[in-house]
Every structure is written in structure tokens, then in C-alpha cells.
């Protein structure tokens, strides 16, 4: 796609994006269909409506009104397709196609790890991922995390601290302009100025549950390699882990003593075969020999699609939902069960989720919404 | 071997084994070219002599001091081919020839895990191998150790405690008749009526440093699997791990903070392969389905021999010395060298070994002693 955005395609794209049932993955599909934002949001109100119900594009007051406050909260728009997009996070099937940012976005271009892990963690795992984070900030990486209390900020404030400056990125499951935690609100202005503060989610926009698992795929994939410092069985940590995992990336965890429940999502990771690691060093050594095939075996296999040639009949998405249930199933699968293209089958699906009847799922799996 | 043993053969089996320069390897390697102990030391003096010193077999009166000393402690013999002889011990290629033993050989022909550890363990490694080995044995598992201080005694206590009753076995690296260390020897006797105690040296010996590595290829012979509670990095611990992996056992760890240096050692090992363990019922899982390929990666590959055929000329003991170094090089590596048949070298090796010019090593690994 271009690399200059007019002003009317910029528009159009964040328009596009804000609609109802339009995600990442629906977006690309859109725009690599009808080759720009526009045409897209014309063709919209008739892809919506085979799905069986009307459709109404966001209004453009909603997104003049967007665009007026990313501007006052001195913060900027990143488009997919643009050079400062970092490039690990465009591999990710459901990179964000807008993301808004504050300060030095180079950082995000740079060798990144994530780190995360529990809000309400021991006062020795706080001091360890601070530490962690001011050593590998000092060997060159940038320290991505997600602001959260405990260890994401002991990440943040130990990458900001080192001697190495302020390599970190924070990224939040609200709008730009908007301090979550309460408590991290300066570590958040901090970052904005001396770091880098980026957000998928519009200006105005209050964290919901459902925004961290998707913010946390951007924690993720901006990285080389996920490290879990002490996390529970049940947490966001270990969603990021996961996804981190199913991206093909490293997964490391610092381990803890079973008697401690905090350390068993880490545990747990390392017996799955994330890579058990105790100092900052092992981290560098595993993320600066990267290339891309993990040592970390803590993965699940990323829903491959098959390559059909385009001649096969189109399914109608009366078909395709009729595969469908509640449970998610791959695509790949979807594909094979309908006998006719990928192409078809990805068509049908977009259709089916403008028309708010389906949900994506992660490592490329669907279900009716 | 016949498992109808007359007293002679007996008497010269321990004789051989007592000899200068015999060693397990040695010992079966004898039995199997002569036939029996009683040819084998009759033969000794010429093949000791042919390494280039004369040779003299352990003198008959102090294998008759040690019988008796043997049945004073209320021990008895066990020779590798006796039907009680534990079969997993018994697949060891340096698999202890004689044992002498008190109290339920039956013990160690039961499926079995050994535990071991830091003998400075934290108080709560100590109450988690307590625990865990009374988890294990009410599960079925008999639960060897080797009677230190802190973990191993705790393994102990927590099997023989359990109300599976006293499922355990203690491997000493002294003489059936010493108690080592002094704190456990209430312990100790407490094994050897209850549980199983086992030592492969003559009655008599104090330990040496020597000795416990020997002592920890039976603790991991004898097992399923190798559970590393607590231990530093350079620790006996480490060592049976090691053994435990080359006999292709399972290797797990309990992990810990990389902040307590006691932790190191299991983290070490699962970084490297060992499987990390937080509960007993992970441990019984892994081990109940154990059939021969460990799922832990944690092991040095075994030092295989090449089955040349036998007509190659025989190596002399000189050509084969001239290929070692004080470095340990192994066997089959030797044989590629020699130009000659695997049997010819074991032989010139053999010779080596009983002119006490031969070291074994782990691995079938040989150097200049």
C-alpha cells in the first residue's frame, strides 16, 4: 500500500476501523479487497446487509471528534502500512492497523522484550524486574510492558532508570489519553515524554476487560521474546505469554518455588516449554541469536490457510455460518469441511462479521458471535 | 550366570572384586572372558602383569575379615545375577556386581524415585521433600536417597512416615557397618530394619570423597527418575542428576527463585532439559508412564560400542595406551583410532585397568589414571 496517506484515505481508514464488527483482521481483508479505505466504506452497507441485517458505517463526526482529541492529547496516528511501524508487530496475523502514540516511536523499531507479570507481585520479584529491566535496557533492548501495577512497572521504572536511558515502551488497554492504573499515572506521563506510550483503542476510550487480551497481543508482538516474571495460573501474563508463543516468539520465565502460587503460571509456562531463565544475561543470549525460530517451545500452531485458487464457487454465507457454531474452529478447517476457495470462505466470514455474527478468536480461529 | 551360587564362587566373586584395580566394568568383563571368578582370579596375575607391574590379588583372609564383619552387621550379599538384584539398577553399565544390604530387598524391586538434595535445604524444601516423599509412597513408589543431611533425610522421613508405611531405601557410600553421617545413624538403623539400606563397599570403609559419586549411580540406578528438590550448582545433587540422564532416566527439578543460589542448581537443570516438577502428582504422572524414553531431554549420550567383528588383530595394551591421555576419551572413539576390534580393545583396556594404569570415567569414558 502507499506510503503517502492522503488526508481523505487517512480518514476513511480510521472510519473503516471504528465501524461495527470491524477488527484488524476484517479491516486488511477490506482494504486489500477494494484497495483503499474509501471504497471500502462504500462497499460496506451491502457486504453488512448479505449477512442478513442493515448496516451503518461510524459517522464522521465521531471520527472528526476522534481526531481532534488524539491531537490534544498531543499524541499522533500510526498507520500499518507506514516506515515507523515496528516491523514485528506487522507479522502478527491481527497486527493493529491504527494505533495512536506519544513519544519516541523509534523505540518500538528497536530489539524489543516484553516483560509482565503479576500486579500484586512479591517485593523480591518487583526488585528482580526492575533489575532485569534496567540490564536488558542496558544491553540495547527496549523493555515493552503493559503499566500495569506491580511487575509492569517495576519493568517500565527499571528500563527508564538505567544508565542506558529511557528504553521502554508501554502500551495501554485504554485510549491514549487516558491514565490506567490511577496510580501509574505519572510512570504513564513519563513514559509519553521520555519513552514511548502507544494505544489501539480510540481517544476517550475507559479499559475494559476486553481491551487487555487484545492490548496484550501488542505487548507480545512488538517482541522479540516474552518474559513472565511471577505470575498466576489465571492471568493476563499468561495470555501474553500465549500469544507471544502462538506468534513464534521466544517465551522465557523466571521460575519460583512451588509454595509461592504466584510462581506457578511461570512454572507452569517452563514445563510447557517456555525457556526458564535467571538473569538478565540468559535473556540476551537467547533474544540476540533470535532469527526467528524460538528455542521456546511453548507454543500453539497459528491457524494456517490453504491457498485455493479463486476459480472455486463462492460460498454463500448462509453455508459458511452453517459450519459455524459457538465453539471456535479454525479456518483452515472452515475451508476444508465448505469445499470451496479460501477466498470464498474468508469473504463469507467478513460478511458474517460486519453483520456482527461472528467473533475472531487467536491462532486464526472463529465461532458465531 | 547361574543364580545357583556355591560359596566358592561366592567367596571369589567378592575376592575378584575386592582385587586392586577391579572395578565393575572390569569385574563383568572378567566374568564374562573366564567363565567365572574363581578362573578369572587365576588368570589376574598374568593379565595384571602384562600391563607392565606385577599384580597381586586381594588376599583371601581379608575377604574372609569382611564375610564376617558382613554377617555381624546382620547384612547380606547380593550378587548382580541373583533374581532380588533390582533390574533397573542391573541395566547400568557399571552396575554394582555385589551389594550387602539390611532389611526388604523387596523395596528396591519396587517402582522407585529417587530424591535428592541440598543438604543446607531451606526449612520449607525441607518440608516439601518430606512431603513430597510421603505423597509418593503412598502412591506406590519406593523412594531412594541417600541418608545427608536436609533433603535426603526428609525424603526419608517423609516415605518411611507415610502411611503407605516405610517405603524407602538409603544407599550409603560407606561400609553396610559405618553410620555416615553421625546426626542420621538413629535414622540410619531405622532404614535398614524398616526400609532397605544398601552400600556396595565392604564393610568397614569409612567415605571417602571418592565414593559418593559411585554411591549416587545407584540412588539414580535404581530409579525411574531423579527428582532434584534444592541444590547449588556444584553439588552431588547435580551429579546423580547427571547419572540419572545418562542412564536415560527421568531428570525432573522442583525450581526456585533465581535470588536463593540453592535454586540454581534444579533451575540449571531444567533450563537444560530436566522436567520441572511442582507437586508429587506431576512426579507419579511422569513416572507411571515411564516406559525407557524419559520425556526429560537432560542427558549426555552414552558412550556406545562398536561390535567390530572379532577377527581383527588384538591390540596390544601398548598401542592402545599410546592413543589415551589423563583427558577422557571415549571407548568407541578408541576403537576408530585403533584400527582394531571393539573386544581387543576392551581387552588391552581391562589389562590397563588392572595394572591400575586405567581410569574409567562416566559415559564409557576412559583415561590414563
Known amino acids: 500500500m502507499a506510503e503517502a496517506l492522503d488526508q481523505a484515505e487517512a480518514f476513511a481508514r480510521i472510519r473503516l476501523l471504528r465501524s461495527p464488527n470491524i477488527g484488524p483482521v476484517s479491516y486488511a481483508q477490506l482494504l486489500m479487497r477494494f484497495g483503499s479505505a474509501a471504497q471500502a466504506l462504500a462497499a460496506l452497507p451491502e457486504l453488512g446487509s448479505r449477512g442478513g441485517r442493515a448496516y451503518r458505517a461510524a459517522p464522521s463526526e465521531t471520527i472528526e471528534r476522534e481526531i481532534d482529541a488524539v491531537r490534544s492529547a498531543g499524541a499522533k496516528y500510526l498507520f500499518h502500512d507506514q516506515p515507523g511501524y515496528p516491523a514485528l508487530l506487522g507479522q502478527l496475523d491481527s497486527a493493529?492497523?491504527?494505533l495512536t502514540w506519544r513519544g519516541d516511536l523509534a523505540l518500538a523499531s528497536q530489539p524489543c522484550v516484553a516483560m509482565v507479570g503479576a500486579r500484586n507481585a512479591s517485593a523480591a520479584a518487583v526488585k528482580l524486574a526492575r533489575d532485569f529491566a534496567a540490564a536488558l535496557a542496558e544491553a540495547g533492548f527496549t523493555v515493552v510492558s503493559g503499566l500495569a501495577r506491580g511487575i509492569d512497572g517495576a519493568a517500565h521504572e527499571g528500563a527508564l532508570n538505567s544508565s542506558a536511558g529511557p528504553r521502554t515502551v508501554?502500551?495501554?488497554a485504554s485510549g491514549i489519553d487516558i491514565a490506567y492504573p490511577p496510580q501509574h499515572a505519572a510512570l504513564q506521563e513519563r513514559?509519553?515524554?521520555?519513552?514511548?506510550?502507544?494505544a489501539e483503542q480510540p481517544p476517550g476510550t475507559e479499559p475494559r476487560g476486553s481491551h487487555f487480551p487484545s492490548r496484550n497481543r501488542i505487548i507480545a508482538g512488538l517482541a522479540a521474546g516474552t518474559l513472565v516474571v511471577e505470575a498466576a495460573v489465571r492471568s493476563g501474563s499468561l495470555i501474553t505469554a500465549r500469544l507471544a508463543g502462538e506468534a513464534g516468539r521466544e517465551v522465557?520465565?523466571?521460575?519460583?518455588?512451588?509454595?509461592?502460587?504466584?510462581?506457578?503460571?511461570?512454572?507452569h509456562l517452563i514445563r510447557e516449554g517456555a525457556v526458564l531463565v535467571q538473569s538478565p544475561e540468559e535473556v540476551i543470549e537467547l533474544l540476540s541469536g533470535f532469527d526467528g525460530i524460538p528455542r521456546s517451545t511453548f507454543r500453539e500452531p497459528m491457524g494456517q490457510f490453504d491457498s485455493a485458487p479463486e476459480e472455486l464457487a463462492e460460498a454463500e454465507p448462509a453455508d459458511i455460518a452453517a459450519l459455524l457454531t459457538t465453539a471456535p474452529v479454525a479456518v483452515d478447517e472452515l475451508i476444508r469441511q465448505s469445499g470451496t476457495s479460501a477466498a470464498a470462505v474468508q469473504l463469507a466470514l467478513l460478511e458474517l462479521e460486519i453483520a456482527g455474527r461472528l467473533e475472531r478468536h487467536a491462532a486464526g480461529r472463529v465461532s458465531l458471535a
Chains 1, 2 share one sequence.
Open 96 to 98: 493493529p492497523p491504527i
Open 191 to 198: 513514559i509519553a515524554s521520555e519513552g514511548l506510550l502507544l
Open 170 to 172: 508501554g502500551v495501554i
Open 252 to 267: 522465557m520465565a523466571i521460575p519460583g518455588s512451588p509454595l509461592d502460587p504466584r510462581s506457578h503460571g511461570g512454572n
